[in-house]
């Protein structure tokens, strides 16, 4: 697709004018007598905790694992079999983006169980090191991790309960590492056939020990009107914790999604 600014990290030519983008691109092979074993290589989304579009949402956004424009290329195997799935992956870095020295690599992974038909909880790992920090622009070592645990519950066949937790640390070279805290509770439920609603609450603490944790809270309605169509409206408001006191914000977003 094309953007017409803010998609560095996903562009093919980023200091084009008009930026084309590629957010995965892949080759796999099926292996295993039943196909259950998928080996890949290419840009794809960092296998990590729970997948939805609600990228900016701090599980994804702080840890790095949004669908935007956060994909990194490398190799992943995963296998999907019984009552479980599990995929890893060797992060090299986005090759998108540049110099070098911002290249994150390291790996990435979960392991799922499913307890019961209705139940399924996972754990997830990521640790990545670089030689500087894009977002800050930093030239100095970084070494990044996050790990926690996420589920999915069906409470009722309309109504869904899905969470996640995790630790996250950061550590630049000279300085003492940085950790905190990540989670979120989302429902998704069916209220009639092609429409739904995703309530959900978010929490980050950004330092432990440090000021007060950000909060915030989501609706999210989704409409179906015909297949391959989807419309979304978001609205998001947060309260989130400065050195001079709580700052308050809101967001509206509304998007239209066609599949082919």
Do not use: C, K
């Amino acid at each position: 697709g094309f953007v017409p600014s803010g998609g560095q990290l996903a562009a093919l030519r980023a200091d084009a004018p008009l930026q084309f983008v590629s957010r995965e691109h892949w080759l796999g092979v099926d292996l295993g007598p039943r196909r259950e074993v998928l080996l890949r290589a290419g840009r794809f989304a960092l296998p990590y905790g729970l997948r939805g579009n609600e990228h900016p949402m701090w599980v994804r956004s702080v840890t790095r694992t949004d669908g935007a424009f956060q994909q990194q290329h490398g190799v992943a195997l995963s296998r999907t079999a019984g009552s479980y799935r599990t995929e890893w992956m060797a992060v090299l870095g986005n090759y998108q983006t540049g110099p070098d020295l911002y290249r994150e690599r390291g790996y990435a992974g979960y392991y799922e169980h499913r307890v019961r038909d209705d139940v399924a909880v996972g754990v997830s790992s990521l640790l990545t090191r670089a030689q500087g920090d894009l977002y800050q622009s930093r030239r100095r070592p970084l070494t990044r991790q996050a790990h926690g645990l996420f589920a999915r519950v069906v409470v009722a066949p309309p109504v869904v309960l899905m969470a996640q937790a995790d630790l996250v640390a950061r550590r630049a070279q000279g300085r003492d590492a940085e950790r905190g805290v990540v989670a979120m509770l989302q429902a998704e439920l069916r209220v009639a056939r092609g429409f739904r609603l995703l309530p959900a609450l978010e929490l980050h603490q950004a330092r432990l020990g440090h000021e007060g944790p950000n909060a915030g809270a989501w609706l999210s309605m989704l409409l179906f009107p015909y297949a391959h169509i989807e419309t979304r409206l978001d609205l998001v408001a947060r309260s989130v914790a400065t050195p001079v006191g709580r700052q308050l914000g809101g967001t509206t977003l509304l998007s239209l999604h066609v599949y082919l």
